[in-house]
């Protein structure tokens, strides 16, 4: 009688076979178009990102210059190299109360943190343009997104509040 012999396949088998089985899934997903890796850039304008810091404690109130260049971190990666600064607004932090006739709210500065400030820092550089939003140096912005800006004399967290293209 004719002795049969077995494929007999041990873990590093299954493991090659799974690592084809994936690779191939993923080259089927990229040419089908659902990778996001082979977004068309459409332009690749300069834009302003406006980001808000709020109750910020300092008594230079001229932290943020026009004209000087601020790091930012976005998503705990470092973006090289530092982003201009164009504009900044602040205001000292405001807290609100109801008015007596109960129908609206009005604000005060806050007389527990008289050295608080809010900050408005609008920050530029080149971006490229998807479909998906801009995209600066490899990292989406978006509104909403935690930033860092950090400078000589600063390292501070906001907000991203609103992204444009700068004229």
């Not at 041990?10 to 690592?19: E, F, G, K, R, T």
């Not at 089908?32 to 109750?55: C, H, L, M, R, S």
């Not at 004209?67 to 164009?86: L, Y």
């Not at 005060?108 to 998807?130: C, G, M, R, W, Y």
Request: charge should be positive.
């Amino acid at each position: 009688m004719a002795e049969r012999k077995y494929l007999k396949l041990n873990i590093i088998d299954y493991s090659i076979l799974a690592s084809c089985l994936v690779a191939a899934i993923g080259l089927g997903l990229a040419k089908a178009g659902y990778a996001g890796v082979d977004q068309k850039i459409q332009g690749t304008p300069k834009v302003n990102i406006e980001v808000f810091i709020t109750g910020l404690k300092t008594k230079d109130q001229t932290l943020f210059k026009p004209g000087e260049k601020a790091s930012i971190t976005i998503r705990n990666q470092p973006v090289h190299p530092p982003m201009t600064i164009v504009k900044c607004e602040h205001w000292q932090k405001q807290i609100s109360f109801l008015a007596p006739d109960g129908k609206k709210a009005v604000a005060f500065p806050d007389p527990a943190n008289s050295i608080a400030h809010d900050f408005l820092v609008t920050v530029q550089d080149d971006s490229e343009k998807t479909e998906d939003g801009y995209v600066i140096r490899g990292n989406k912005i978006k509104v909403g997104n935690q930033i860092e800006l950090e400078s000589f004399k600063y390292r501070v967290q906001g907000v991203v509040v609103d992204i444009n293209q700068a004229n």
